[in-house]
């Protein structure tokens, strides 16, 4: 059986946003996000893509959504093979590659998972389940674009 979800957001933009020092001939790219009961995530373009730079951008949160995936499935990986986690860290990125056109995209993401394990004879199946989160992650499977893993295990 499929379960079904469906996620809902709204997204909110104004054209009467000005910011010092833009012109009239581009648009502010700042807007915001949200969703019932969750604090609003105020959103811009990258800096490279005349955004602010002190907000989230889209790309920001694709490559934190796969990393908090990865996590959350990862975790439950261990959790169904007896592996108890300690930390879990990832030094996450993405590749964004864009074209003469204006059009782009991601081309990959590497996660960079470090793990801290109690029990050393654990590793080897620490680091194994890693390649069955990523055909567990929801947004890992939604992807067109390679999610590599370089993951390490550390012990306490």
Same mark, same amino acid.
């Given at each position: 059986?499929i379960?079904?979800?469906?996620?809902?957001?709204a997204?909110?933009w104004s054209?009467?946003?000005?910011?010092?020092g833009i012109?009239n001939?581009?648009?502010v790219?700042n !807007?915001?996000i $949200?969703?019932?009961g969750?604090?609003?995530? &105020?959103?811009?373009a990258?800096?490279?893509f =005349?955004? *602010?730079a002190s907000?989230?951008?889209?790309?920001?949160l694709?490559?934190?959504s796969?990393?908090?995936c !990865?996590m959350? $499935?990862?975790?439950?990986?261990?959790?169904? &093979?007896?592996i108890?986690?300690?930390?879990? =860290?990832? *030094?996450?990125e993405a590749?964004?590659e864009?074209?003469?056109d204006?059009?782009g995209?991601i081309?990959?993401?590497?996660?960079?998972p470090?793990v801290?394990?109690?029990d050393?004879?654990m590793?080897?199946?620490?680091?194994?389940?890693h390649?069955?989160?990523n055909?567990?992650?929801?947004?890992a499977?939604?992807?067109?674009f390679?999610v590599v893993?370089?993951?390490?295990?550390?012990v306490?």
């Amino acid at each position: 059986m499929i379960l079904k979800h469906l996620f809902k957001v709204a997204l909110r933009w104004s054209s009467e946003r000005e910011i010092e020092g833009i012109s009239n001939k581009r648009f502010v790219k700042n !807007h915001s996000i $949200s969703i019932d009961g969750k604090p609003d995530i &105020n959103i811009s373009a990258a800096k490279a893509f =005349k955004g *602010d730079a002190s907000l989230y951008n889209p790309e920001d949160l694709i490559l934190s959504s796969l990393a908090s995936c !990865h996590m959350m $499935s990862y975790l439950y990986c261990c959790s169904q &093979n007896g592996i108890s986690i300690a930390n879990y =860290k990832d *030094d996450a990125e993405a590749f964004l590659e864009v074209n003469d056109d204006g059009s782009g995209r991601i081309v990959k993401v590497i996660l960079n998972p470090i793990v801290t394990v109690s029990d050393s004879n654990m590793i080897e199946l620490a680091l194994s389940l890693h390649k069955k989160a990523n055909e567990l992650c929801f947004i890992a499977n939604s992807c067109n674009f390679p999610v590599v893993h370089f993951p390490s295990c550390l012990v306490i």
